[in-house]
Structures are given as C-alpha cells and as structure tokens.
C-alpha cells in the first residue's frame, strides 16, 4: 500500500494521501478499507497474482458521501498496468456486487485526462453520465455508471 500510494500516477489521478512510511500506511488501511468494511460490508481489496500471490495493487468498492451509489475503484502498480489486471480485478468487483452485495448499480469516477481508466470503464459497461466536481475542490471529473 504503501508503494502503491506513492505512485506518480496514483497521486496525480487519485490524490497525494499523504502516505510516507509503514505506519501510516497501516493507518490508511485501517482508516480505509478496514472501516469500510465494518460500516459497509466492502471496501477495497487486494489485487494479486493467482500464480505467485504478488501484491498488484487495489480493487473494491467505495462509498462516497457525494455518491448515491457504490463507487467501483481499482489502482495497480505500474509495472502491472496493461497486462488485463485491471479488467480481470474489476470484473471479479462487479460480480460481488451484483451478486453477493446485490447492489442495484455501481458509479465510477476518473480525471478527464485518465485515458487508461477511462478505456477501462468503458469496456466494463459502464456509461458516461456527466462531469462532476468533487467535493472541497475545483476539479472536475468524469462520472460512469453501470446498472446490475
């Protein structure tokens, strides 16, 4: 997690989390996706080899309070972006939420200038909806949707 937050892309399309050593890092999982779980029922999750079991990067389900929706997010180290992870992470998230979770439809959020998420979303389905601006901030970013 730590690598993954330190990322140059993951900071410039996600954010600066402000993430700088093993304890922090700690702290954002446990603030993070460990809440989520516990208030949600889901959260983010692993993404890692089949094979060798390496840690990728992330994969889950959000809930954002400027969101109706659940919101489908994924992020990879870069040397495993471009080989289908993504897709495969993804695809396997909207199965659990539509078929466990049993959640009417999932949202997606991206920068404008994200083409690799953007390509993503669009071969998951899901549609462009409209900009958004995101809250406490004057960027503005694409919204995608998906009806389960």
């Known amino acids: 997690m730590l690598g993954l937050l330190n990322e140059p892309d993951f900071i410039k399309f996600v954010g600066d989390k402000e993430v700088r050593d093993l304890d922090s890092a700690q702290n954002y999982i446990r603030q993070g996706p460990v809440a989520s779980y516990d208030a949600y029922g889901f959260g983010l999750y692993l993404a890692e080899l089949i094979d060798s079991g390496e840690a990728i990067g992330i994969c889950g389900l959000l ?86």
């Open 63 to 148: 809930k954002r309070s400027f969101l109706e929706s659940a919101d489908l997010g994924f992020a990879l180290m870069p040397a495993f972006c471009g080989h289908g992870y993504a897709f495969e992470a993804a695809m396997a998230t909207i199965g659990l939420a539509r078929d466990t979770l049993k959640l009417p439809n999932l949202v997606a959020f991206t920068a404008d200038n994200n083409t690799r998420s953007i390509k993503l979303l669009r071969k998951l389905d899901m549609s462009f909806d409209k900009m958004i601006a995101l809250p406490g901030s004057d960027k503005e970013v694409k919204l995608f949707s998906l009806r389960l």
